[in-house]
């Protein structure tokens, strides 16, 4: 079976994953205590959506050692 090119970082499975990640982590840390708005509940929000931005930066990015060095960051979070 030969691959269709994605042509949009939509296209990429590994992005609708982060993508139904965020969701997900949005809608689990809408249960974490109310003191905890501006600490947990901030940081785990924001590290998932860093997830899936820096795949669509990658994505954006031409050279493949500029291309791997978004994933890499994306996979480390």
């Known amino acids: 079976m030969q691959r269709i090119p994605a042509r949009t970082f939509q296209d990429l499975i590994v992005w ?3 993508h139904g990640f965020v969701l997900a ?3 689990v840390s809408k249960k ?5 708005t501006y600490g ?3 940081q785990f929000r924001r590290a998932a959506v860093s997830i899936a931005a820096n795949i669509v930066e990658g994505f954006k990015k031409k050279g493949q050692h500029d291309k791997a060095r978004f994933l890499n960051i994306a996979q480390g979070h």
Request: glycine share 0%.
């Open 16 to 18: 609708q994953k982060a």
């Open 25 to 27: 982590a949005y809608k």
């Open 32 to 36: 974490f205590p109310r003191d905890e």
């Open 40 to 42: 947990l509940t901030s």
